[in-house]
């Protein structure tokens, strides 16, 4: 049987979760579910709700219990029980770490307390057949430089030859190992300036820099074949990638439909305040394995 879209798994995993809430749910079987492994199970929900899979099963359950104080005589014994929660004070630790309150003060105040909300199904986007694209939030990153090796490269040579991955590839085979100071050593970041030309682009594989250079490293990094980038402070749209596949095995097919995603069909319905002209793609290589890689691309935003 051919195996489903990788979205297409991540929402029945969902379901899974959601349909066995209250009971207590083990990761070998929501693994099993989903045919992932359980590192690629972690890593993909912390992607997917910014925090651990555990910690996001018990604010699923602590937001579902909100009803049963509010409208219910039951006890709070009975609603921790109800709620997946072996003990009653188990479940007042857990709801006082979340909120700052007790059951039992929600009960008599009812004040407006944030909720976890389901993964909603409409927040991923399938990208290709192993791909998964998490709808963007907004992140904010302070100044940061780079120092790589610029690229020009045509649309009709990346489908043919796929030479931003063998380039990219390359660099941190080869040129990662002569940048001096780089913050991570299994960082990928491409740095990518947009031409008049949409099926142009300079293309600049990277390495983020430790510290500010002076003007002796600057003179070291040209003399070595490198260009350096100085990024100011910026608000940037995410788009996330998650994937059942190393990111060395993303194909070029793969990477354009992502790109045609974000800017042909995301970008131009969400125009307000999108910096279009250059962007930013990471992939951390520590996050990876055989089945499992993130592929994060940054758009800045205008502060304007």
Not at 18 to 26: A, H
Not at 49 to 56: D, I, K, R
Not at 95 to 116: D, H, M
Request: aromatic share 10%; hydrophobic share 40%; charged share 25%.
């Amino acid at each position: 049987m051919e195996r489903e879209q990788y979205r297409n798994t991540l929402v029945r995993l969902i379901q899974a979760i959601e349909k066995t809430l209250p009971d207590q749910i083990s990761l070998d079987d929501l693994a099993a579910e989903a045919y992932l492994s359980k590192y690629h199970l972690h890593r993909v929900f912390r992607a997917l709700s910014g925090v651990p899979l555990a910690e996001y099963i018990r604010r699923r359950r602590l937001t579902d219990s909100l009803e049963a104080l509010s409208d219910s005589a039951k006890t709070v014994l009975a609603i921790a029980l109800d709620y997946g929660f072996s003990h009653e004070q188990s479940y007042i630790r857990a709801f006082r770490s979340l909120w700052g309150i007790t059951p039992g003060e929600y009960r008599e105040q009812k004040p407006l307390l944030p909720a976890t909300l389901p993964i909603s199904p409409e927040s991923l986007i399938s990208v290709g057949h192993d791909n998964a694209l998490i709808t963007p939030g907004c992140v904010a990153r302070a100044d940061f430089h780079l120092c790589g090796v610029r690229h020009f490269i045509r649309d009709e040579e990346n489908m043919r030859d796929n030479s931003a991955a063998s380039t990219a590839r390359s660099f941190m085979q080869n040129d990662l190992l002569r940048i001096p100071v780089p913050v991570y050593a299994d960082r990928y970041v491409g740095y990518i300036e947009h031409c008049e030309d949409p099926e142009d682009n300079w293309y600049m594989t990277c390495a983020e820099l430790r510290k500010t250079p002076g003007l002796r490293d600057l003179d070291t990094v040209k003399s070595a074949g490198f260009e350096y980038r100085h990024i100011h402070k910026q608000l940037y749209r995410e788009f996330l990638c998650v994937s059942r596949i190393h990111p060395t095995k993303l194909l070029w097919e793969d990477v354009v439909s992502l790109y045609h995603t974000i800017f042909y069909e995301w970008m131009p319905a969400n125009v307000e305040n999108i910096e279009p002209g250059w962007h930013i793609e990471y992939v951390d290589l520590a996050r990876a394995r055989e089945d499992y890689s993130e592929f994060r691309v940054l758009v800045p935003v205008s502060t304007v």
